[in-house]
């Protein structure tokens, strides 16, 4: 976290709360006809609730917010790994881009631009395409009866969608905080592993009674207790989980600060698409070859990029003529 000399600890860790008014301005995902709606819900939403909650108050419930639904989301997505293979969860996260946008309508009444829901169905379908065309097969094992129940599969897809639609409202909120408030990726980094490690640690630590999926402990150990246990039995698994945090943490740099400055429908489209962008990379040094569904679908991911950057370069080039013709007559 970057700060000014002299700054206060609070105006460092993003406490300082001073409200934007960019609620007024174009978003950088490409909504221009929400600029005008947003400000009033936004204006009418701070009104409302100015008497009995502060603006720290509201952003730290906000943080807390994300926290919470990343600290539920994660179980959900590792336990449909019990009923369905794991390349139909790969196949399933690919539409991750349609419950981003959809949360973000339903919980912030944010519209987009026309063509911004053209580009997530082209991405989306060609991600599909993609995922769906490859060569990967589940593997046999001693679960697989119960893997190939239908009964298990509807639960293992509803696993997911929990996980990928709680995904969406963690990116929505996300998308809301940096829009109403200046605080930078790094502070938001910050404190929502603060409340994501507080709220595990409770998870961890509390002798709960048997919760499906969020703490399947049937024992009165607790997991934290499980967890240890586990790793005095293999003690070479500390090198590698301090590797996986450090690695992490370097990730959350990058994923934090692409949410501040691009939003959440850009950082997912990223996530998504790194996985092609391997494969077709690996065809190129390593002479591996794709399916002719795999390129059809990596074209119509390609047409869906293409479309956004020339939206992007069309509204650049038009703010430029503008700013131009304002010089002029200065």
């Known amino acids: 976290m970057r700060g000014e000399r002299g700054s206060s600890p609070c105006s460092l860790l993003g406490l300082d709360v001073v409200t934007t008014n960019a609620l007024s301005k174009e978003k950088t995902d490409g909504s221009r006809s929400t600029k005008v709606s947003s400000n009033e819900r936004a204006r009418k939403a701070d009104t409302a609730t100015s008497g009995w909650r502060s603006p720290r108050s509201r952003l730290l419930l906000g943080y807390l917010q994300c926290s919470l639904f990343i600290s539920i989301a994660a179980p959900f997505g590792f336990a449909s790994l019990s009923h369905i293979t794991y390349p139909t969860m790969v196949l399933a996260k690919s539409c991750k881009l349609v419950p981003v946008m959809i949360m973000n309508i339903i919980l912030y009444r944010r519209r987009f631009a026309p063509h911004k829901y053209l580009v997530v169905a082209m991405v989306t379908t060609g991600i599909t395409m993609f995922m769906f065309s490859g060569k990967e097969r589940p593997s046999k094992g001693s679960n697989e009866s119960s893997s190939q129940s239908p009964y298990a599969q509807l639960i293992g897809i509803t696993y997911v969608l929990v996980d990928i639609f709680l995904d969406g409202a963690v990116n929505s909120t ?155 007559k200065i």
């Open 174 to 328: 996300q998308d809301e905080i940096f829009l109403r408030y200046k605080v930078t990726g790094q502070q938001m980094m910050f404190w929502m592993n603060i409340f994501s490690t507080l709220l595990t640690l409770i998870l961890g630590t509390l002798p709960l009674p048997y919760i499906p999926v969020l703490h399947p402990s049937t024992d009165a150990r607790s997991e934290l207790a499980s967890a240890l246990a586990f790793v005095r039995e293999h003690p070479s698994i500390v090198v590698p989980l301090l590797q996986f945090s450090l690695t992490s943490a370097l990730g959350q740099l990058f994923i934090f600060e692409t949410l501040q400055h691009f939003g959440s429908l850009t950082l997912v489209t990223i996530t998504l698409t790194r996985k092609m962008f391997t494969m077709i990379l690996s065809v190129l040094v390593y002479s591996h070859w794709l399916t002719a569904g795999q390129w059809v679908g990596a074209t119509i991911v390609f047409a869906g990029i293409s479309v956004e950057a020339w939206v992007k370069r069309k509204d650049v080039h038009a703010k430029r003529v503008i700013e131009e013709k304002e010089k002029a």
